[in-house]
């Protein structure tokens, strides 16, 4: 079994901060990259920044400058430091983990169970 479980979310007024955390959990072999995915209402899951084993990160066009995506290998865990938050950056946001349970497995993808984050005056 493999868990991630966020936290972190919650209400913000606009401009202000947020710091998601996701830890990943259970029976892993190798983490190869882990990110944060994001879903508003109506709209299809995007890709709000991603990280490598190796700490190559990329952003979506929407968060580059405001975001921070970081990881401590260590603990499995991944951050996404908001900065400057927008009304458009409500949404639940979803941790994912690509990895390897044992080291004969496949690599798949898991899933977090969201946490929602709401920008608003």
């Known amino acids: 079994q493999v868990q991630l479980v966020e936290s972190g979310g919650g209400l913000v007024q606009p401009g202000g901060s947020l710091r998601l955390s996701c830890a990943a959990s259970g029976t892993i072999f190798s983490i190869y990259a882990m990110g944060w995915y994001r879903q508003a209402p109506g709209k299809q899951r995007e890709l709000v920044a991603g990280i490598t084993s190796n700490e190559n990160t990329n952003y979506a066009a929407s968060v580059k400058g405001r975001f921070t995506i970081s990881r401590d290998n260590a603990k499995n865990t991944i951050y996404l430091q908001m900065n400057s938050l927008k009304p458009e950056d409500t949404a639940v946001y979803y941790c994912?983990?690509?990895?390897?349970?044992?080291?004969?497995?496949?690599?798949?993808?898991?899933w977090g169970q969201g946490t929602q984050v709401t920008v608003s005056s």
């Open positions: 994912n983990a690509d990895l390897k349970r044992l080291w004969y497995s496949q690599r798949a993808d898991y």
